[in-house]
């Protein structure tokens, strides 16, 4: 009696998976839920150049974070109920971010709906970016804004940032000077682009990250340590009272193009006689910084990636010849970039 119970079971259970299994090849997508990422054509000429290079590239650009709206019926009020569909960058999978960065919109479309310049922007696309970039790292989509800064407003103070990769897109920064840019000043913007989203890929993967380990072991310090997120410079435990200066550019001796940009320190506030003023003109950074990081490794690469795909060696030789640590991470990054290339599609 028992085996055959068994035996009953088990058949009853392969007629489950049997008629499920024939259920699933009868499945088909709804299409219920739109595609906020497709591109429609349009009669307007950047609009419709944006649109091309969506039909050639896949990549959606946009230069509004919000990006389509939806009427969803009425609510138990009776009031029209309308989805706005907005790219939000603080938006991962299992969390948020901390509101690392914010961004301001181009202007020149919110205040008048013109979009000549825009056409600018897509040029710069279409020729310095997608042709170059590797396929396998297409962002999900690109909004192109007209600042970047981080999201703070203390001591630290506010720096600017080329780009920014966020999970449904990557930021792209001074579109609204595009039309006004020379072509080295387009080439480092298009490296930068590029490096954002090569680096998210490399400081995720450790495998790329030991490709690099000969760049990285030139930023050691007199004692052998990694440089590497060390604070040089630090201010007194007050902002009021005098701190030290630093040396202008201090940290390209040591091999960095740049600091950490969201670790300098400037001293913003000062007492006059009774009252606290602050002033957050950072204008006079040489006489205001009393302290910067180093930046981190993939910071780092970050600013020798972009140099390099620049591909003007002879600008960067003569702008940095009095650096010679500067120049042997170059050279190394020249040799170490079409490595990691060479392993991504």
């Given at each position: 009696?028992?085996?055959?119970l068994?035996?009953?079971?088990?058949l009853?259970g392969?007629a489950f998976?049997t008629?499920?299994?024939?259920?699933?090849?009868d499945l088909t997508?709804?299409?219920?839920?739109?595609?906020?990422y497709k591109?429609?054509?349009?009669?307007?000429?950047?609009?419709h150049a944006?649109?091309e290079?969506?039909?050639?590239?896949g990549?959606?650009?946009?230069?509004n974070?919000t990006i389509g709206?939806?009427e969803?019926?009425l609510s138990r009020e009776?009031?029209?109920?309308v989805?706005?569909?907005v790219i939000?960058?603080?938006?991962w999978?299992?969390s948020?971010?901390?509101?690392?960065v914010?961004?301001?919109l181009?202007?020149?479309y919110?205040?008048?709906?013109?979009?000549?310049?825009l056409l600018?922007?897509?040029?710069f696309?279409g020729?310095?970016i997608f042709p170059?970039?590797?396929?396998s790292k297409y962002p999900?989509s690109f909004?192109?804004?007209d600042s970047?800064?981080?999201?703070?407003n203390d001591?630290?103070?506010?720096?600017?940032?080329?780009?920014?990769y966020?999970?449904?897109?990557?930021?792209?920064?001074?579109i609204?000077?595009?039309?006004?840019?020379?072509e080295s000043?387009?080439?480092?913007?298009?490296g930068?682009?590029m490096?954002e989203l090569?680096?998210?890929?490399?400081k995720?993967?450790?495998?790329?990250?030991?490709?690099?380990?000969e760049?990285?072991e030139r930023s050691?310090g007199?004692?052998?340590?990694?440089?590497y997120?060390?604070?040089r410079?630090?201010?007194s435990n007050?902002?009021?009272?005098?701190?030290?200066?630093?040396?202008?550019?201090?940290w390209?001796t040591?091999?960095?193009?740049?600091?950490?940009p969201?670790?300098l320190i400037?001293?913003?506030a000062?007492?006059?006689?009774?009252?606290?003023?602050?002033n957050?003109?950072l204008?006079?950074?040489d006489?205001?910084?009393?302290?910067?990081t180093?930046p981190?490794?993939?910071q780092d690469l970050?600013?020798?990636?972009?140099r390099?795909?620049?591909?003007?060696?002879?600008?960067?030789?003569?702008?940095?010849?009095?650096?010679p640590?500067i120049?042997?991470?170059y050279?190394?990054?020249?040799?170490l970039l079409?490595?990691?290339?060479?392993?991504?599609?």
């Amino acid at each position: 009696m028992k085996r055959e119970l068994i035996i009953g079971i088990c058949l009853l259970g392969l007629a489950f998976f049997t008629a499920c299994s024939n259920d699933d090849e009868d499945l088909t997508p709804s299409y219920a839920d739109r595609n906020w990422y497709k591109l429609e054509d349009s009669d307007e000429a950047a609009d419709h150049a944006f649109y091309e290079l969506f039909q050639t590239y896949g990549i959606p650009i946009f230069y509004n974070d919000t990006i389509g709206k939806e009427e969803r019926g009425l609510s138990r009020e009776g009031e029209e109920i309308v989805h706005y569909e907005v790219i939000d960058i603080d938006y991962w999978i299992t969390s948020r971010t901390a509101n690392s960065v914010v961004y301001t919109l181009n202007k020149k479309y919110l205040e008048s709906k013109d979009k000549s310049h825009l056409l600018d922007a897509a040029g710069f696309l279409g020729e310095y970016i997608f042709p170059y970039l590797k396929k396998s790292k297409y962002p999900m989509s690109f909004l192109l804004v007209d600042s970047i800064v981080n999201n703070r407003n203390d001591v630290r103070g506010q720096h600017a940032f080329n780009t920014y990769y966020a999970m449904t897109t990557t930021l792209i920064g001074g579109i609204d000077r595009i039309g006004e840019m020379s072509e080295s000043e387009k080439r480092l913007l298009a490296g930068y682009v590029m490096a954002e989203l090569y680096v998210y890929d490399i400081k995720n993967n450790a495998t790329y990250m030991n490709l690099f380990t000969e760049f990285f072991e030139r930023s050691v310090g007199a004692d052998g340590k990694s440089l590497y997120g060390s604070t040089r410079g630090k201010s007194s435990n007050t902002i009021y009272q005098t701190a030290y200066l630093l040396p202008a550019k201090d940290w390209l001796t040591y091999g960095f193009l740049r600091y950490n940009p969201t670790q300098l320190i400037y001293l913003l506030a000062e007492r006059v006689g009774n009252k606290v003023e602050t002033n957050y003109d950072l204008s006079t950074m040489d006489t205001k910084l009393v302290g910067y990081t180093f930046p981190l490794r993939e910071q780092d690469l970050y600013e020798y990636m972009a140099r390099v795909l620049v591909g003007d060696d002879d600008a960067f030789e003569n702008e940095y010849a009095a650096y010679p640590k500067i120049l042997e991470k170059y050279e190394l990054m020249k040799r170490l970039l079409p490595l990691y290339l060479e392993q991504v599609d």
